[in-house]
């Protein structure tokens, strides 16, 4: 009870400091007149509540204790009433008793009952039974109870005031002093509904004079509020003004006091602030002049540093479009000098020809590299650099960059290794040409500036968050090292680690700057860690997403056992990691002796053996304990050489091996290699993937379809198909091209793009859909495609893109790709340049000319018969696309205009006539880059150049040129 009373206290006052919190949080935001009113009407309220509840609830208990002393008193002068009639048993007086008793004030019920509780006789309604507590003993014998509406009184009805005189004796007199006998019982109820109207209008009056007391007090405590408020806020008021800077206001205040000192002292500072506000304003006025005449100086500055950006940034746009331009200009005729280069290889030449051409073909590529590089940086300080955002498998292009500059590490006899860590997500969402950009920049720089010992690629996971992972690659290398002033020049264009003129690498200097690029693109940076003569490591991080939906991975292959025998750790971990991930069991072993006693073993005896070869200790004690101590145990062993050459391979498998592969390997390749070792299959290492995946007869040739709305074109593409011996159809239209693929057996389909109703795109959509036809290979043929376009065409579903025209060659090499069936081809014999009086042909020296037979007979591999009906259908159709074109151009029908200019451009590309196909190539790349501007220039040139071909071909005699070619 006291823990109760305690924390009832406890609570009571916590309520009371939160509410006297909260009050006082609330007063400050109060201004003074509220306050004085608060402080004048608080201390009445207080003392109104507390002595009024006081006085209340004093007054209801007088109240409820006078009633309850009326129903004792009652109760008291009841019993004796009744003691004669319950003595008697005579109900009819005890009836008339309890009738009289009801004529009481608050008198309820009478009820009188004998000493066994029997009822004798009740007046009123019956009493109710609800107590609200136990009945308590008052004034001896007196039972007093409490209900809701009623208060209750039982008294016993004693025989002591009755004396009958025939009953007295002297036995009775001497028992006087016993204990007065038990007769009955008397209960009396009496209502409190008077009572509790009394103490409603108790309360009504005192609520109502607390009331007007505090009404009272209101109104006093405003009217002295006011009089303490109206002063401060004259006072406020001026404060105020002078904040604002009227430093003329003053203080009006009536009386004496604080507060007329206030006054006083405010209105004096206000006449100080007043005298400096007019001091100062004289100062900023001759500061202002002084600054005006600054400022003036100084926007003539601004000006000419203005005009001075404005000529920077015309100066860096004018010189990114020269680079883009001449980059892009370049190309053009480097791209004939290769093809020219590639016809010439295929001629009969002198050993000493072949030589030049050799040495023609590694400029003209080191060349190509120069200009994709100016071209690369142009683009990335014209901002338009696009990072793409696809499917990639890391370890696939990481392997892809060693593989291809394997041949540059084994010349210099380095070794190249591969090391990615077990936790590295290979499944990604990114641009797998720019990465490939970047690390075949840096590995080829570290074996460039390599000369004995290794480089190595780390591939190592920084973290995986929110679907988007962070990856190191760390490109190591024991070359020459840079000092730190070496390194500062890395990163910037142009610039060499070693600029003198005896420096021993050469190379533009935009490799690095190309690949910092790069990596910024992709959320990452690259840095350079390196010392003079201990080599270097250059490091990139790249931020990119996961592939939520990844091509399916490499199959598992257990259950199988690989032994490796490998003494470097790097490529070990490599395989191991391999393995781990194909479900194999593999084992380490670090001698042959320890692999020996492997293979002995006739519980886990393992499926294949991989032993890692130097070329240097090919025929050495290594290749014969090989041959003798492990090949007699009947186990496939897989070597892994780094050495391009057939003749250590051929080495290898003499001594035993199963299979040779070149280190660095292809991990798809491999997989292959144990599939095919587990389940019991041969290895043949020459028929491609693809090949078996197409299901072709091996030897037969596949079956080829060619599609192209343009008939010059299909013709000559259908023509240069079977003359390399293959089964051809053409399909002039999207579905025809769908029908023949559902009616025919087609290994290869060679795709026009723009064709009218169904383009390339659609129908080969529509073959995915096929059953049993998905995995058919298309190739998209297409006369004018830009990078992007090109990219595009890959996602869109094409597996490869040929640029028109095609030759023989392209087509055997496309066809082998996709097939792995090689047609013969047949050197190009050299057509004698000859004059045929064309003098119109050449006739500026800058452009190219109308007509040349060379191009013609290129175009038709050879085939003068053929070659006369490529421009035959030109020419006869020209007349029809010129209209068609002026057409467009006059309807300002962009769209369709572009598919036109794109259809003759296509027919022009297999004709030699290399004004008109240079002028359609220009006016599509036109349309294509939107260049709206030189659009005008471009279409009246390229009309101009068809009008002078029609006038040319019908002056001379251009059949007759090509026949006689064959002759000579």
């Known amino acids: ?141 007196l039972h007093l109870m409490h209900t809701s509406e009623s208060v209750r009184v039982r008294t016993p009805v004693l025989a002591q005031n009755l004396v009958i005189s025939d009953q007295l004796s002297t036995q009775f007199f001497a028992e006087q002093a016993a204990e007065p ?82 006054a006083s002292g405010i209105n004096s500072l206000a006449a100080g602030l007043q005298q400096t506000s007019v001091e100062q304003q004289r100062s900023i006025e001759e500061a202002t002049r002084d600054m005006q005449e600054t400022m003036d100086d100084l926007e003539i500055r601004n000006r000419q540093l203005l005009l001075d950006q404005r000529e920077a940034q015309e100066a860096s746009r004018l010189k990114s479009e020269f680079l883009a331009n001449v980059s892009h200009e370049l190309r ?34 080191d060349l190509m590299r120069i200009i994709n590089d100016i071209l690369d940086l142009s683009k990335l300080e014209a901002g338009k650099l696009i990072i793409d955002h696809s499917a990639v498998n890391l370890r696939d292009v990481a392997e892809d960059v060693l593989i ?120 990452g940076d690259i840095r350079v860690e390196s010392h003079p003569g201990e080599g270097s490591v250059f490091s990139f991080h790249f931020s990119t997403d996961l592939d939520n939906n990844p091509p399916a991975a490499l199959a598992s292959l257990q259950p199988g056992h690989i032994a490796i025998l490998d003494g470097h750790p790097d490529s070990k971990h490599n395989l191991c990691t391999l393995l781990a991930e194909w479900q194999l069991v593999s084992t380490d072993c670090v001698s042959i002796k320890e692999l020996e006693q492997l293979l002995l073993s006739t519980t886990d005896r393992p499926n294949a053996v991989i032993i890692t070869v130097e070329s240097d200790y090919l025929g050495s004690s290594l290749c014969q304990q090989i041959s003798r101590q492990l090949v007699p145990y009947g186990v496939p062993i897989i070597t892994l050489v780094d050495s391009l050459s057939h003749d250590h391979l051929d080495q290898l498998r003499h001594y035993g091996a199963f299979a040779c592969m070149t280190r660095p390997f292809s991990s798809r390749k491999l997989h292959a290699l144990l599939s095919d070792l587990l389940n019991g299959e041969s290895v043949d290492d020459e028929p491609p993937a693809l090949l078996r995946q197409l299901h072709q007869t091996p030897g037969l040739p596949p079956h080829i379809l060619a599609v192209d709305d343009n008939d010059a ?53 529509r073959i995915r859909t096929l059953p049993n036809k998905q995995g058919i290979p298309v190739v998209a043929l297409t006369a004018h495609a830009m990078a992007d376009e090109k990219q595009q065409l890959l996602k869109e579903g094409m597996n490869d893109y040929q640029t028109k025209p095609i030759s023989m060659d392209q087509l055997a090499q496309c066809i082998y790709r996709w097939t792995g069936f090689m047609p013969p081809t047949e050197p190009i014999q050299e057509t004698p340049e000859a004059d045929y009086g064309m003098d119109p042909v050449n006739e500026q020296k800058d452009q ?7 191009l013609a007979l290129r175009c038709a591999s050879g085939k003068p018969a053929l070659a006369c ?17 002026r057409e467009l151009w006059e309807e300002e ?51 101009a150049t068809a009008e002078k071909l029609q006038q040319w071909s019908t002056h001379y005699d251009w059949r007759s040129a090509m026949t006689n070619s064959n002759q000579d």
């Open 181 to 262: 006998k038990l007769l009955g019982w008397a209960e009396l109820e009496l209502s409190v509904s008077n009572t509790r109207l009394a103490r409603y209008q108790h309360a009504a009056s005192s609520l109502t004079m607390i009331l007007v007391t505090l009404i009272s007090c209101f109104f006093l405590a405003v009217r002295i509020s006011r009089q303490i408020s109206r002063p401060t806020i004259s006072i406020l008021q001026a404060i105020h003004a002078l904040e604002d800077g009227k430093y003329e206001a003053r203080v009006r205040v009536e009386g004496g006091g604080e507060l007329s000192e206030m």
């Open 332 to 365: 053009t005729p480097l791209t004939g000098i290769k093809g020219y280069v590639q016809l010439m290889e295929r001629t009969r030449l002198s050993e000493r020809q072949s030589d030049y051409i050799d040495t023609m073909r590694k400029s003209s590529d």
């Open 404 to 523: 291809a500059l394997t041949p540059d590490a084994i010349n210099k006899q380095l070794a190249l290794s591969l090391k990615i860590d077990t936790d590295v997500p290979c499944q990604l969402q990114g641009d797998e040409l720019r990465l490939k950009q970047v690390l075949t920049n840096l590995v080829g720089n570290a074996i460039k500036f390599t000369e004995s010992g290794s480089v190595a690629v780390y591939i190592s996971l920084i973290n995986v968050r929110s679907n988007q992972a962070s990856i190191n690659v760390d490109v190591r290398d024991t070359g020459i090292g840079l000092s730190l002033e070496q390194q500062k020049r890395l990163f910037n264009a142009f610039s060499q680690a070693d600029a003198s003129t005896a420096r021993q690498f050469g190379g533009t200097g935009l490799g690095l700057i190309i690949s910092r690029a790069l990596v910024q693109a992709m959320h």
């Open 869 to 885: 009906d490529m421009m035959d259908m030109l020419l006869t159709s020209l007349p029809k696309e010129l209209n068609r074109i």
């Open 713 to 765: 074109n299909l013709r000559l593409v259908v023509t240069l198909l079977r003359d390399l011996g293959l089964p051809t159809y053409g399909a002039s239209s999207g579905q025809e091209a769908i029908n023949m693929i559902q009616q025919q057996h087609i290994d290869l389909v060679f795709m026009d793009i723009q064709m009218p109703g169904m383009n390339g795109l659609e129908a080969t959509k």
């Open 1 to 141: 009870m006291i823990a109760c009373t305690a924390i009832t206290q406890y609570s009571s006052f916590s309520i009371f400091d939160l509410q006297a919190g909260c009050l006082a949080s609330t007063m400050k935001t109060w201004n003074l007149q509220h306050r004085v009113l608060l402080m004048g009407l608080l201390p009445g309220l207080i003392v109104s509540l507390v002595l009024g509840s006081y006085f209340i609830s004093q007054r209801f208990r007088d109240l409820n204790d006078l009633l309850d002393q009326r129903a004792l008193a009652m109760a008291k002068q009841l019993a004796p009433v009744c003691e004669y009639g319950v003595t008697i048993g005579n109900v009819a007086i005890l009836q008339n008793i309890a009738n009289n008793m009801l004529e009481e004030p608050d008198v309820r019920s009478v009820s009188i009952y004998n000493q066994d509780m029997e009822l004798m006789a009740h007046a009123g309604p019956r009493m109710i039974s609800n107590q609200l507590s136990d009945s308590t003993l008052r004034r001896g014998q």
């Open 893 to 943: 029908n962009l769209v369709d205009l572009q598919a036109a200019v794109h259809r003759l451009h296509g027919a022009s590309r297999y004709c030699g006539i290399p004004a008109l196909r240079h002028d359609l190539e220009v006016l599509e790349t036109t349309l294509k880059s939107k260049q709206f501007a030189a659009l005008p220039d471009r279409v009246r040139c390229m009309v």
């Open 848 to 854: 190219p000319g109308l007509f040349s037979l060379e």
